[in-house]
Structures are given as C-alpha cells and as structure tokens.
C-alpha cells in the first residue's frame, strides 16, 4: 500500500512525466487515485504540468458527484469516479487528450498492434460516443462502457486508462500515446500489424516488466532534472 504523502507525490510526478513525455494534456487532463481505504480519492487539478505539486493535490469522496466537485478539477473526475467505483481491482486512472491518440480515436478503431509495446493493449480497448454531458448519469454510463477493459477511448476527445496502481495508470498513458503515433505511422506506409502468434508471445512479458521498470526510470529522470518536485535532498 502507498502511504498518502506519497500517493500525492506520485500524482505531480505522473503529471509531469506524462507532459515530458509527450503524453500530456496542456493545462487539462487527469490523475485520479484511491486511498488506502478507497473512501476517498486522490486528484490533479488543472493546471499547467510543471507547476502542479504534491500540496495541490485534491482529496474527493469516491461517491463525490461531478457538479459538487471544486473548481480546480476538471468536470471529467466524474468519469474516473465511475470508475473508480465499479472496480475493485483498479486504483488508479489517467484520462489524457494526446495528440497521436486523439487523432486515431477519430477513426473508432482500437489502436492496432504494429509494436511490441502496443501488446500491452491487445483486447483491452473499448470505444465509446463522448457527447460532453458529464452529469451523473452519463459518467456511469461511460464507465459502464469501459466494463472490465483498460482503455476507454472516446473519439475526438480522448482516452481513460484503469490501472491497479498509479505507476501503471501513467505509463499506460504513455504507452498508448506512442502505440497510437506507431499506428497512424504505419497506416500511412501501408503497413500491417505484427501477427497474432507475436502479440501472444510478447504482451506476457510487456505486462510483467515493462510498466514497473519505465515508471523507476522516469521517476529517476524527473528527480534528476526537477529536484525541486521531491523537496530537500
């Protein structure tokens, strides 16, 4: 279990390290996470990546509805609520609008498997219409959508990744982004993707290895670089 201080050091880290990146959202988009006890949630605000810190952080009640939430969270909390509610084996979510992403959600197709790191999310993608409303009743019925799926993609507009842990919910939100640029890459070259035997082979090992040692190295990159984030040495 993570303790709340770092849960809420782990939330502007994920923040920054999604925009570093090239996973992030400008001054939108969303890190959303369960305390210890799941009665409550952790949440980023608005705001520009870089200026986010763990004192920032947002701490809603999980049955918290979307109208009721402050200013500084963006409305879409509502959705990771939803989430966050139906699931017991999720603990974090990441709603981004990357731009590789968002310009294949236009498409209605999941993002296709044309690399090894694409494997991480075969057969786990759903897509859903987004018509804006983000009331109680449509948050539900997105989440719904989700079902027992990672990624929900919602054209035009974005993506909501469901994790069992923070770490995985911010590297999904980078992975997916450069799956989908390796996909709208390939289309335009007329290429096909890897072949189900691969994808059989390698998602087993992506799964197991690579969200835990790409979130290590990206914490450590963001320390070198922004000691600040981390406090005194």
Known sequence: MTDEATLRLFLAAGRRILS??????AAFGLLAACSTDRRSVLCTPSGAPESVR???IIT????SEPETVPGPVPRTVGIALAILRRRPDVAAVVHT???????????????????EVSTLFFDGQVI????????????ERLAEALGHRRVLILPGHGMFAAAPTLPDAVIDGIALEKAAAWDLSARGYGGEPIVQRHVDQTKPLYDKYFRTNMWAANLRRLRRDEPDLFGPP
């Open 54 to 56: 763990p004192e920032d």
């Open 97 to 115: 609008h990357s731009r590789a992403l968002s310009v294949l959600s236009t498409l209605r197709e999941p993002v296709g498997m044309f690399n």
């Open 20 to 25: 570093r990146e090239g996973a992030g959202s």
């Open 60 to 63: 809603l009640g999980v049955d």
């Open 128 to 139: 859903a219409e987004d018509d804006g409303d983000r009331g109680p009743a449509a948050c």
